[in-house]
């Protein structure tokens, strides 16, 4: 049996750790926001390659509120992927303005840069890339272009805490990065969690009054606000667990490494491989006659998963967007052919060549 994610055994590693910082919160009773917080926006801000972090309750609302410190609403388009969770896009229609799609690059799977500028209209106002499985996308011509034209950029990388482009870390590219620390993301609190990141103060101030109902002052709501903080145990936890993160990323790395090299002589395709540090959140490989492919491995105790197989241009909630099948051909290929193989830190090797072989069963029927 493989499982597809294992949290009890990062659990036992850290059991006594993570037990003692749960019951520090409970003795001081923070439960929201607090010491433990402030502490970890501190850390992951640093971490980030970012001066601010404000901690929340859900990437969700990290999107949600880095689009509304931009003041963007009605009338304006956000220029994204439509090969991500749907809360990316959830996220721009919440504010009221437009999701844009451009098609994603069929090699690396995140925004196609080449297709930007076609897409920008004088309504545009952010471009919103999604950094993908855990790999940054092409930020050198992303960041080119919204520079050029006058854009802002706000980060998805709810899957990629730590990846790199040039040195340069995931959400530190853009003027806002937005994490998830959904259970089994990288960066996994104990519960819902998300955060934003920010070098620029006024934009972070903004965060911060809107996640706490609008208030710069107790009782003094000065802008429509929303209860969006971060719970002192989920601080607490990911202060823990970002301190083991860089160590669990070299093993998502190391675990890549060796299923690309098993993969070689299987008839799918591995992740492409660059320099840039990619943080394997999900190791998807391509894979034709995907459902049968993983019917095949589930029966042979193999857990998989597809992220994901409807892309949002076509999901029932954005019909009004008037998009149809055929108008982003890769993101929809992808989506038919995307098979998530198991990947967590403290998968064994021997899971992954059961894995390997299973699929290779599977694919030759
Ligand atoms: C790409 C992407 N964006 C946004 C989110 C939303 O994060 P959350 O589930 O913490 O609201 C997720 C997480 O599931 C995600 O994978």
């Known amino acids: 049996m493989v499982p597809f994610l294992d949290l009890k055994a990062q659990y036992a590693e850290i059991k006594d750790e993570v037990n003692a910082a749960v019951m520090g919160v409970i003795e001081s009773c923070q439960f929201v926001l607090g010491d433990e917080v402030k502490a970890f926006e501190d850390d992951f801000a640093a971490y980030c390659q970012s001066d601010h972090c404000v901690a ?45 799609f451009v098609d994603v690059d069929k090699a690396s799977w995140t925004m196609d840069a080449n297709l930007i500028e076609a897409a920008i209209t004088p309504k545009t106002k952010v471009i ?52 998830s620390y959904y259970p089994g993301k990288n960066l996994g609190a104990y519960g819902e969690g998300g955060a934003a990141v920010t070098n620029d103060a006024k934009l972070a ?50 675990h890549a490494t060796l299923y690309d090299e098993l993969l070689s002589d299987i008839d799918c395709t591995a992740p492409l491989a660059t320099n840039d540090r990619h943080v394997y959140h999900i190791y998807s490989v391509l894979v034709d006659e995907r459902d049968r492919v993983q019917k095949a491995l589930g029966d042979a105790g193999i857990s998989t998963n597809i992220h994901y197989p409807i892309p949002a241009h076509l999901q029932g909630a954005h019909t009004d967007l008037g998009y149809k099948n055929g108008d982003l051909p890769v993101t929809e290929n992808l989506g038919s052919i995307f098979l998530s193989l198991p990947m967590f830190p403290e998968l064994s090797d021997d899971q992954i060549s059961e894995t390997v072989d299973g699929l290779r069963k599977a694919i030759n029927g």
Not at 219 to 225: E, P, R, T, V
């Open 56 to 100: 929340l309750n859900s990437g969700t609302s990290a999107l949600h509120l880095a689009l509304l410190a931009l003041n963007i609403g009605p009338g304006d388009e956000v220029i994204t992927v439509s090969s991500t969770f749907i809360a990316t896009v959830a996220a721009i229609r919440y504010v009221g303005a437009t999701p844009v």
């Open 128 to 179: 919103m890339p999604v950094h993908l499985h855990g790999r940054v996308a092409d930020m050198g011509a992303i960041c080119a272009i919204a520079e050029k034209r006058g854009l802002q950029i706000i980060e998805d990388a709810a899957q990629a805490h730590g990846a790199q482009h040039n040195e340069k870390r995931a959400g530190s590219f853009g003027a806002i990065g937005c994490f």
């Open 205 to 254: 101030h903004k965060m911060r009054v809107l996640r706490d109902w609008g208030q710069e002052e107790k009782h003094h709501h000065a802008i429509q606000g929303y209860n969006a903080r971060m719970d002192g145990i989920q601080g607490a936890v990911l202060r823990v667990k970002l301190r083991y993160l860089d160590k669990w990323t070299e093993a998502r790395r190391a």
